[in-house]
T-cell receptor
Framework: DTGVSQNPRHKITKRGQNVTFRCDPI?????LYWYRQTLGQGPEFLTY????????KSRLLSDRFSAERPKGSFSTLEIQRTEQGDSAMYLC?????????????FGPGTRLLVL | KQEVTQIPAALSVPEGENLVLNCSFT??????LQWFRQDPGKGLTSLLL?????REQTSGRLNASLDKSSGRSTLYIAASQPGDSATYLC???????????FGTGTRLTIIP
């Protein structure tokens, strides 16, 4: 078990470009979450998957954002037409509802800078 | 809407001291509460999870307590070490809602 992994770890892009991030959860975890964290703040929830189904989306997730988890394993988060306000750390977490407790385990994050 | 507050925003203590970090939440109908540690520029490391039916959890030098009725949790760190320096975040989930709602964290510095 290697924990939650995220790629890339850092991304610098120009305003208006599209970016895609990947998250690989802990292998037996059926739940996957995306959060966004700006400097000096706690993470804010973006969206949540149970297996391949996207069950909840935050109002923070504008129509420029889309997330998928096509086979219930890894997930991607795409931001279209990036804006400077999208600059943040994007965190992925996973958990299992099969073992009880439902601790969410976080990946190292992808830091996005939009110039 | 659930709001989570952590006070103080920053705390410095000499090595070896015991310390308490505070977390308060506005909606007492929580399902569970988690404490995390975050090192600068890094992801979050889960420290302790307390279910709503529990009063406390312990792991090594860490002890977390939960008082649902007053909307408060504390994280007690015994015999602090310089390696404990980090930002500590608490987060709650509500029944029927899987998302974590975070506080803004307490930045802890242990002075050698």
């Amino acid at each position: 078990d290697t924990g939650v992994s995220q790629n890339p770890r850092h991304k610098i892009t120009k305003r208006g470009q599209n970016v895609t991030f990947r998250c690989d959860p802990i292998s037996e975890h059926n739940r996957l979450y995306w959060y966004r964290q700006t400097l000096g703040q706690g993470p804010e929830f973006l969206t949540y998957f149970q297996n391949e189904a996207q069950l909840e989306k935050s109002r923070l997730l504008s129509d420029r954002f889309s997330a998928e988890r096509p086979k219930g394993s890894f997930s991607t988060l795409e931001i279209q037409r990036t804006e400077q306000g999208d600059s943040a750390m994007y965190l992925c977490a996973s958990s299992s509802d099969l073992t009880g407790g439902e601790t969410q385990y976080f990946g190292p994050g992808t830091r996005l800078l939009v110039l | 809407k659930q709001e989570v507050t952590q006070i103080p925003a920053a705390l410095s203590v000499p090595e070896g001291e015991n310390l308490v970090l505070n977390c308060s939440f506005t909606d007492s109908a929580i399902y569970n509460l988690q404490w995390f540690r975050q090192d600068p520029g890094k992801g979050l490391t889960s420290l302790l999870l307390i279910q709503s039916s529990q009063r406390e959890q312990t792991s090594g030098r860490l002890n977390a307590s939960l008082d649902k009725s007053s909307g408060r949790s504390t994280l007690y760190i015994a015999a602090s070490q310089p390696g404990d320096s980090a930002t500590y975040l608490c987060a709650v989930t509500l029944f029927g809602n899987e998302k974590l709602t975070f506080g803004t964290g307490t930045r802890l510095t242990i002075i050698p």
